[in-house]
């Protein structure tokens, strides 16, 4: 029973292995990028063996919809290839067939879900009628169809030729006693398969689990268990493989612990093309019972010492206890040259001797127990005065009933002599990781530097000599206390990284350099020192390395191509951008940015940029760019795809790539280098037309007033989304008739009549009609004489592009289709006199149109007044029609002529006001009426075109306002004189307005002048008068 427990124990965790190893196969598909829909199984073919499970993983990536996928699973068995057989799905219980249905109820096939996107198919007992192709379909739920929906596997199930083999039997064994078991394990499988073997102990008891004592696993290592593991490292266990089918396991002494039930298990494995190694069969042999006796209870004591003896250096004494029996009670005593020093009683409690006491106070001494047989002295720095003789004593105790210890047995070690080695000359090597004196840009630089010689605490600089320099930069450095010291220019993380120092052992250091920069380039220098005791200065030793960083920019190339330089307009075309570089192994980040200069500009825009980071960014310069173009991008290739070429796309191409570390997906650093590709013209051209239409000519020769079709037949088109439009011309019959348009039917089935053809009468008479893809016809109602001449139809070939242009690949026209009527009896007569007139410009003049002979009362006429001058067509000037009404080729036409019947024979156009222009070469063309049909109708069945009549205009007598305006320099002079002679005028007042100002200036001054003579006159004569008089009355 527990052999069975036991069994079903390690098969489960042999599939929670498998499970582990399929889990893996998910989560590397679930770094796939999400793009289209892609369901993947496990490669195959998958081998197991009947009767043990299976697990077959599938996972879907790059779908829409919810993040939890459903997943049905069906098998095409080799019996009925084509045959679908469900299984199981998740989305619908009643998926399986009725030969899985019972299987899936019991729970011997279920599907465990491991994420939303992917599951596991487990088969618990495999059958041979399991194997077959397994395919497993994702129902979808995306917006449309997009990729794959379901992967297939081969599963083939094999025979279990496994057996393992072991006679039963019961062991009694003292303990130290060796012990030696043999298993016999085989495998007849036809696949190649690896064997692996297991020794397991269960103790007595029965509940307990079973203990792995050691293994030889698939890959032919011998691994001990976790309570065996001592042990194995001092060969007291091992497993020995004796021949091709035997396993021995052997212990060479026993202990009380291995008393059991043993058994030898065998595991057969098989690597899938996966490459991961899955167990399919596994066998237990039957048990052997080991009883093993107590042996009598003796122990040894050795002394074992871990130091280099170096001065300063640790020394690390351990004291081991060999005994045969239990775990005894033990005390140990430590003795240096005689005299105890420390001791450890059972129970763990440490005594010290003299001075050891304060040197483990200050941490220079350690004394422990470091097991139940192991006692630890350990001094931290060595001195002179730790030489001598060293032994310990461990002494078997037991505590009596007072609770004193009580000695059984005493032992002693041999001396284990310590002494100091003088200090040894050092060496320095230094190197490069991976032997690299030459990176690129952004790469990391590391240096190792290792110290010969005894060990010792050792201390390092680094420093760096720059290119084109002498003075060393200090970079970094470590102290003996394992405190790290960064420069000046390196103690802050840089543009370019930050340094990084480590120290691997006591002799090694590492000095690392990230995202390194070209200043990184030249000579590193390392430095180690050693503190002596003896010495006033440290001991030094320096080694010197160079190394260069190479520019990024320096390698770096970037070409642009394309399959098609000349594009057909709708069509597809690819460009590539290549980057090349030395680099191409280190995956650093790129930036891809697309550049359009179109056929009209001479600047370079943005189409698209793709970032180093994954985020695409588009430009605004084509609107519709976005929506008609993919873009694919690798490590270094990009790929632009444009689907619906137009016109807007001709132009100039070049794409831009801008070279990052890989530092640079967690920041905004700048680019490292950069580089433009050469411009790429693209050129987008019509499709060549491959239009053909029927050119043969024919002749139709009708009653009047019949109806009659005219064809126009495609024989050829170009292929693709065309369309055509149709021109119908008709040329009549008098002579010097141009082509007018009839009518015309565009790319977009708009009918449009031509300017002659606006009337409703020619509306009525003229038809269009699709009769198919390849055949148009032009329907003619009650044909008359005016009807006569060549008819033939203009086809047009015409492609829509994506932005709306229309674009018109080829014309070609049909052959001429000739209508002649069949004669009636009538015929319309016009005189043919030749006529020229010269009339004087401002006067009126009379053109006559006269008819020979006047038919019966029942007919009536109508008369076309047409005029044509040199290098310019002819024009229909005024239609008198046969009820009377008259129709002007022109409204403006209207004041300036005009057309009435003066007799039963004569028709005259008189021309007011004739001008220069109105000279030239005048025609009338008569037509006869008459009824016909029933109801009755007006047919034109017969008409006659007169002479040309030329009219010369002369130029009439000039008049004096005529003559002046005729002659530009004399306008001129008339305009400019009146300004001239106003502008003399002007200047002539303003000349005897400032005289006369100025001589009323000067008359004002002489007055004023004069006044104050008259003023100073009159005051001189009261002052003389007053001394007069003051002279009399002195005298008085």
């Not at 599963?155 to 072991?166: E, W």
């Not at 057909?568 to 192994?585: E, H, I």
């Not at 076309?864 to 229909?876: A, F, I, P, Q, T």
């Not at 220069?916 to 006659?944: F, T």
């Amino acid at each position: 029973m527990l052999v069975t427990l036991l069994g079903r124990k390690r098969t489960v965790l042999a599939q929670m292995a498998g499970i582990s190893y399929v889990a893996s196969f998910f989560l590397l598909l679930t770094k796939l990028s999400i793009g289209q829909r892609e369901v993947t199984v496990q490669k195959g073919p998958l081998f197991r063996a009947e009767g043990y499970p299976v697990s077959i993983g599938c996972n879907v990536t790059g779908h829409q919809g919810p993040s939890e996928q459903h997943f049905q699973w069906s098998v095409y068995l080799p019996t009925n290839p084509t045959q679908e057989v469900q299984i199981i799905s998740t989305k619908d219980a009643a998926f399986s067939y009725a030969v899985y249905t019972q299987r899936v109820r019991s729970g011997d096939v279920y599907v465990e879900r491991v994420q939303g996107n992917s599951v596991l198919l487990h088969i618990s007992k495999l059958q041979m009628k399991d194997a077959g192709e397994y395919e497993c379909h994702t129902p979808n739920t995306d917006e449309k169809y997009y990729g794959s929906y379901s992967a297939k596997t081969n599963l083939i199930v094999i025979p279990d030729t496994l057996s393992a083999t072991m006679s039963s039997q019961t062991l009694g064994k003292e303990e130290g006693e060796p012990l030696a078991l043999t298993c016999e394990a085989s495998k007849a499988t036809a696949q190649h398969t690896h064997l692996s073997v297991t020794w397991y102990l269960t103790q007595d008891g029965g509940g307990s689990q079973a203990t792995e004592i050691i293994s030889l696993s698939k890959d032919f290592i011998l691994v001990p268990g976790p309570l065996y593991t001592e042990r194995f490292a001092a060969s007291d266990v091992q497993l020995n493989k004796l021949g091709p089918t035997t396993f021995r396991l052997s212990i060479e002494r026993l202990q009380s612990s291995d008393q059991g039930q043993l058994f030898c298990e065998a595991t057969e494995w098989i690597q899938d093309p996966d490459e991961t190694w899955m167990f399919i069969t596994k066998k237990q042999t039957d048990q052997t019972t080991l009883r093993i006796q107590p042996a009598v209870k003796d122990f040894q004591v050795n002394i074992t010492a871990d130091s280099l003896f170096a001065e300063g250096k640790p020394l690390e004494l351990v004291c081991l206890v060999v005994s045969s029996g239990r775990d005894p009670q033990l005390q140990g005593i430590w003795f240096f040259n005689g005299t105890e020093i420390a001791h450890i009683d059972a129970g763990g409690v440490l005594g010290l001797k003299n001075d050891y006491k304060e040197r483990a106070s200050q941490g220079e001494l350690q004394v422990s127990k470091l097991g139940p047989k192991a006692f630890s002295l350990k001094i931290f720095s060595l001195g002179p005065e730790d030489e001598g003789a060293y032994r310990c004593v461990v002494a078997e105790v037991m505590k009596t009933r007072t609770g004193s210890w009580q000695v059984l047995q005493r032992k002693q070690s041999p001396d284990s002599h310590v002494h100091l080695r003088k200090p040894a000359a050092r060496s320095v090597v230094m190197s490069t990781k991976n032997k690299q004196q030459v990176v690129w840009e952004g790469e990391t630089l590391a240096f190792l530097c290792k110290a010969g010689g005894a060990e010792s605490p050792l201390s390092v600089s680094w420093w760096h000599i720059p290119r084109d320099q002498t003075q060393p930069e200090f970079v970094a450095g470590m102290g003996q206390d394992g405190i790290v010291q960064l420069g000046a220019s390196y103690g802050v993380p840089s543009y370019h990284g930050n340094t990084r120092l480590e120290k691997m052992d006591w002799a090694t250091f590492q000095l690392e350099i990230t995202f390194t920069a070209i200043t990184d380039s030249g000579t590193y220098e390392c430095r180690v020192s050693e503190k002596s005791r003896n010495q006033a200065r440290d001991l030094s030793w320096t080694q010197k390395i160079s190394v260069t960083v190479k520019s990024l920019e320096s390698s770096l190339q970037v070409s642009l191509m394309s399959r098609q330089p000349q594009v057909m307009l709708t069509n597809t075309f690819d460009l590539s951008c290549v980057v090349r570089a030395g680099y191409s192994d280190l995956k650093v980040p790129l930036t891809v940015t697309w550049q359009f200069q179109p056929a009209s500009s001479h600047i370079f825009h943005q189409l698209i940029r793709i970032t180093h980071n994954g985020t695409i960014e588009w430009g605004n310069f084509l609107s519709r760019f976005q929506k008609k173009t993919k873009v694919s991008q690798s490590l270094f290739r990009s790929q632009l795809l444009v689907h619906d070429a137009t016109e807007e796309e001709t132009g100039v191409y070049q794409c831009e790539v801008e070279v990052y570390d890989r530092n640079s997906l967690y920041n905004n650093r700048p680019p490292r280098a950069s580089a433009i590709s050469h411009p790429l013209r693209i050129a987008v051209t019509l499709p060549e037309s491959k239009l053909k239409v029927n050119s043969r000519s024919q002749v139709q020769e009708l009653s009047i007033n019949s109806n009659t079709d005219i064809e126009c037949s495609i024989l050829s088109r170009s292929n693709g989304n065309l369309q055509l439009a149709i021109i119908w011309y008709f040329s009549p019959v008098s002579t010097n008739a141009s082509w007018l348009k009839i009518l015309e039917m565009d790319q977009t089935n708009v009918i449009k009549t031509g300017d002659e053809f606006h009337t409703p009468q020619r509306k009525q008479k003229f038809h269009t009609e699709k009769v198919s893809q390849d055949l148009f016809q032009l329907h003619i109602l009650n044909v008359e004489d005016s009807d006569r001449g060549k008819y033939h139809c203009a086809v047009e070939e015409w492609l829509l592009s994506t932005n709306g242009t229309w674009h018109k690949l080829g014309e070609k026209k049909s052959g001429l289709t000739e209508l002649k009527l069949k004669p009636t009896g009538s015929k319309v007569r016009v005189s043919k006199v030749y006529w020229t007139e010269n009339v004087t410009e401002h006067r009126e003049v009379a053109i006559r149109c006269s008819l020979e002979s006047v038919g019966s009362s029942a007919t009536l006429y109508s008369v076309m007044w047409y005029w044509n001058r040199e290098n310019s067509g002819s024009k229909l000037l005024v239609h008198l029609q046969h009820d009377g009404l008259l129709e002007y080729g022109e409204e403006g036409l209207r004041r300036h002529l005009h057309c009435y019947r003066s007799s039963s024979t004569d028709f005259v156009l008189k021309l007011h006001q004739v001008e220069m222009e109105d000279a030239g070469m005048y025609w009338c063309r008569v037509a006869e009426w008459q009824l016909h049909g029933h109801p009755s109708k007006w047919i034109n069945q017969a008409s006659d075109e007169s002479q040309r009549m030329v009219l010369t205009v002369l130029p009439s007598e000039p008049t004096l306002p005529s003559r002046i305006c005729s002659s530009a320099p004399l306008l001129y002079f008339l305009f400019i004189c009146p300004f001239v002679l106003l502008l003399l005028l002007l200047i002539s007042l303003l000349c005897l307005y400032w005289k006369a100002r100025k001589l009323s200036t000067l008359r004002s001054n002489t007055r004023k002048e004069k006044a104050l003579w008259v003023d100073l006159k009159e005051a001189g004569g009261v002052t003389t008068n007053r001394r007069e008089d003051e002279e009399e009355d002195e005298g008085n």
